[in-house]
């Protein structure tokens, strides 16, 4: 299973306790109205210092937080001598389907032998 295995579970935290009583309160309703409404009125005012942050706290609630993505290059720069044999067969694959995935190395073997 891919991911963080501790995804979804909430560890016991004391603010976490504790909001969650308070919002569990009659009052609650008008008072996360109140709240909205102020991070509303903060990202609507252009001239407050925060109006960038509160719209961005509405965003991300809203359409969820943008995903995180990461663009790496990575040079292999070993010589076809240095390569072991399921990594060429790897790349022969690689060029004959014009897919480019790579396989993760045998650490544990060394280079393959030549039959």
């Not at 509160?54 to 663009?71: E, L, M, Y």
């Not at 292999?76 to 790579?102: F, K």
């Amino acid at each position: 299973m891919a991911g963080n295995k501790n995804s979804g579970k909430r560890k016991d935290k004391a603010f976490h306790t504790a909001i969650m009583l308070e919002i569990g309160s009659a009052e609650s309703g008008r008072d996360l109205r109140a709240i909205a409404r102020n991070v509303m009125d903060v990202a609507l005012d252009k001239t407050h210092k925060d109006m960038l942050a509160a719209a961005s706290f509405i965003a991300d609630r809203v359409d969820g937080k943008p995903v995180a993505t990461v663009d790496m290059n990575l040079n292999d720069n070993r010589t076809v001598e240095e390569l072991p044999d399921s990594d060429l067969v790897a790349i022969l694959r690689e060029e004959s389907s014009g897919a480019r995935v790579a396989e993760a190395p045998d650490s544990a073997a060394g280079p393959d032998s030549v039959h």
